[in-house]
């Protein structure tokens, strides 16, 4: 069973850029999509961005759909956000997780993920 830990995280002011990794540990086989979700105070966590397993496609949110790009290394079991142009509505922690689904389009529902990071902190300041 793997083991998903984030990094990157951090406080940045509005407009600025963040990239944040996920390097999964322990068996990888019949891992799926991957994927990050963030959650805010109060709020529920949602989807911001997927990748499939090959890498052959991409699911973004449609509130950072032009900010934001995934990529995934699977000779590093690490997949990767790159955030640009960084709004405070982005704060949220963000979580990484792996789906044992090899479907398209790429699942958008918690449910749909079976392993989870415990999450990396994210604050913009205006």
């Known amino acids: 069973q793997g083991q998903l830990v984030e990094s990157g995280g951090g406080l940045v002011q509005a407009g600025g850029s963040l990239r944040l990794s996920c390097a999964a540990s322990?068996?990888?086989?019949?891992?799926?999509?991957m994927a990050w979700f963030r959650q805010a105070p109060e709020k529920e966590r949602e989807f911001v961005a997927g990748?499939?397993?090959?890498?052959?496609?991409?699911r973004y949110a449609n509130s950072v759909r032009d900010r934001v790009t995934i990529s995934r290394a699977n000779d590093k079991n690490a997949v990767y956000l790159i955030m640009n142009s960084l709004k405070p509505e982005d704060t949220a922690v963000y979580y990484c997780a792996v789906s044992r689904l090899t479907i398209v389009p790429i699942p958008t529902s918690p449910a749909s993920y079976d392993y989870w990071g415990r999450g990396t902190q994210v604050t913009v300041s205006s």
């Open positions: 990748i499939t397993g090959s890498g052959s496609d991409r």
């Open positions: 322990g068996r990888a086989n019949g891992w799926g999509a």
